[in-house]
């Protein structure tokens, strides 16, 4: 017997949103930091800390926020991003937290300042900006590829954002700052973005002729002349910065950004190679006369040396918290990273993380990076534009540059740079500007897992049938 069933084959598919996940796993990244926050207070004096309820309150208010923003206006986005970024934001704030009840770090800030004034409360109100910050990046990019139009015009801001700090002094040997008054910025956390939203759109175009317009050489496509130009260009912007302003940390990001993405667009394993020569030699040239880079070279290859201990014992205090702290750490609230002083929340947190957690610790907070990179890269495998599976491969790609920069700083594995890891570290434009890089993701993967819409009924629809037998 045959049935006619339906004028066509192919229908939308529901797919599930997964925002009832997403709130499960919001409510266990908020409790494990309210738990993390009561062991540090009873680690520190025996009793819980009169903020908690606060603390939790506050982590509670924003994950709502951020959920029903996420809920509203994106609702088939990656049920991960949001509950794994609030996780570490809450972490970092109890890790702040903690080191503001160091009695050493209270009294050098009353010896050189007359007075303390506690950073938890101001991360927290960063955080809050940046959440709001999120917010309105999601309820303002209703698209991403609109950013695909302001290609040239992300390269200008960036080169802006990144030269600015040049005219204003250096602090603590680098010139990576804005200061006016009490406001302070480090416009590199942002810049990263337009970079990447520049690469996106520039390797659009030029993909093909990068791609297929090589000769082989030694068993390497050698890319044309005159398509070496951007590479040459991006190879001496990052030099420049490095030697302008001294910054390694935004100079690698910046150059490792464009050569994942040209390996991504191309599939060239060449342009790997040519990256990692000119950054070296890059690398090795400056080094050979800027003083600052030589300093955080030799404080690298010998951190124990009675010359480099003289300049800051930053390097071995920290290498010697992660040797305190073996594979399950003192406990939260027990260790004395603070013995690194100046940027023992910023620069060097994850110290405080491998003393107090121990290997253990350090592995999963790692793991939350790697996942969030992973769901990054997922959302570009998935994403159906080719712009914004560059945009996605861009952004996780800066996300997992960053982290690795930071974290082998602090662990000895590379040069000291100068960055702060996302979300844990102090400092309000990281974490401003990672809340806005989330809430980019997020967008590409609410486009991405969105149902296909239907496809419109044809005039010879009535032509095709089903047979069942």
Known sequence: MSVVTNTTTIGAIDAPSRRNTELMMMVFAIAIS?????????????????????????????????????????????????????????LGLVLIWRLDQSPRLIQRAEYL??????????????????????VAVLIVLKDHRILQRYTYI?????????????????VNGAKIWISLGSFTIQPGEFAKILIAVFFSGYLMVKRDALALASRRFMGMYLPRGRDLGPIITIWALSILILVFETDL??????????????????????????GLLMSAAGAVGVASFEPHVQERVNAWLEPFSKATMAQSDQIAQSLMSFGSGGTLGTGLGQGHSDLIMFAANADFILSTVGEELGLAGMMAVLLIYGLIVERGVRTALAARDPF????????????AIQVFVVAGGVMGLIPLSGMTMPFLA?????????????????RISDTARRPAP????????EMTQVVRP
């Open 113 to 134: 300042y007359g007075s303390y004034s506690p950073d938890a409360p101001k991360q927290l109100l960063y955080s809050a900006i940046g959440v709001a910050l999120f």
């Open 34 to 90: 309210v738990f993390a926050y009561a062991n540090v207070g009873l680690a520190i004096d025996g009793s819980l800390p009169s903020g908690m309820f606060g603390y939790g309150a506050g982590l509670i208010l924003l994950g709502g926020v951020a959920h029903l923003v996420v809920r509203k206006f994106a609702p088939y986005a990656d049920p991960l991003l949001l509950p794994l970024a609030t996780l570490l934001n809450g």
């Open 426 to 442: 102090y400092g309000g434009s990281s974490v401003l500007a990672n809340w806005a890089l989330i809430a980019i993701l997020i």
């Open 154 to 170: 992300s390269m200008v801001a960036a080169l802006i954002l990144l030269v600015i700090p040049m005219f204003f002094p250096a």
């Open 388 to 399: 914004g599976k560059l945009l996605a491969i861009g952004l996780s790609g800066a996300f």
């Open 454 to 461: 239907a496809p419109a009924p044809t005039s010879d629809a």
């Open 249 to 274: 940390g935004t100079s690698l990001l910046f150059f490792g950004l464009f050569v994942v993405m040209l390996y991504v667009a191309t599939e060239r394993t060449s342009w790997i190679v040519f």
